[in-house]
């Protein structure tokens, strides 16, 4: 057992920092397609429809939700401020679960909004990692620090 997980251990530290790059664009994409999808239907509609959910400012509320979605999505895709958009990202799904999903619960509700951000806390907790603009340009440590989760 113990060589098992051993060998399991070798395997994560090398694929570390594969697994951060995959969750960085597929997250990423994902926002970006929210985003745009909000621009498709309409900021007008978005806005109503944020509007009849309860969201305060529904004016403002709706295109900032489509711009961090399509504006993060796409850092996140290329690891630029990858942590920092990720903070937005969170504080836009938290949004969504206290406005919109909530009334579904978990289950049939904010399900999708929580593996989000379960990802993106990941994000946040990893940096971009280091195939990303963060570590090109030095935003990113290019070795973790003592005790850090991020690959080196």
Not at 3 to 20: C, H, M, Q, S, T
Not at 38 to 60: C, E, M, Q, W, Y
């Amino acid at each position: 057992m113990t060589k098992l997980l051993n060998r399991a251990a070798e395997f994560g530290d090398f694929a570390r920092p594969f697994l951060i790059i995959v969750t960085r664009v597929v997250i990423g994409y994902l926002m970006l397609l929210h985003g745009l999808d909000k621009v498709h239907l309409g900021i007008t509609n978005v806005t109503d429809f944020f509007r009849s959910s309860g969201v305060p400012l529904a004016a403002l509320a709706a295109p900032g939700a489509a711009f961090i979605e399509i504006v993060g999505g796409v850092a996140l895709m290329i690891g630029l401020a990858a942590r920092v958009f990720a903070v937005f990202l969170v504080v836009d799904l938290f949004g969504a679960i206290i406005f919109v999903t909530s009334d579904g619960g978990v289950l049939g509700g904010a399900e999708l909004e929580m593996a989000y951000i379960a990802a993106l806390v990941a994000i946040i907790a990893s940096g971009a990692g280091r195939f990303s603009l963060d570590r090109s340009l030095g935003f990113e440590p290019s070795e973790p620090r003592h005790g850090s989760i991020a690959e080196s």
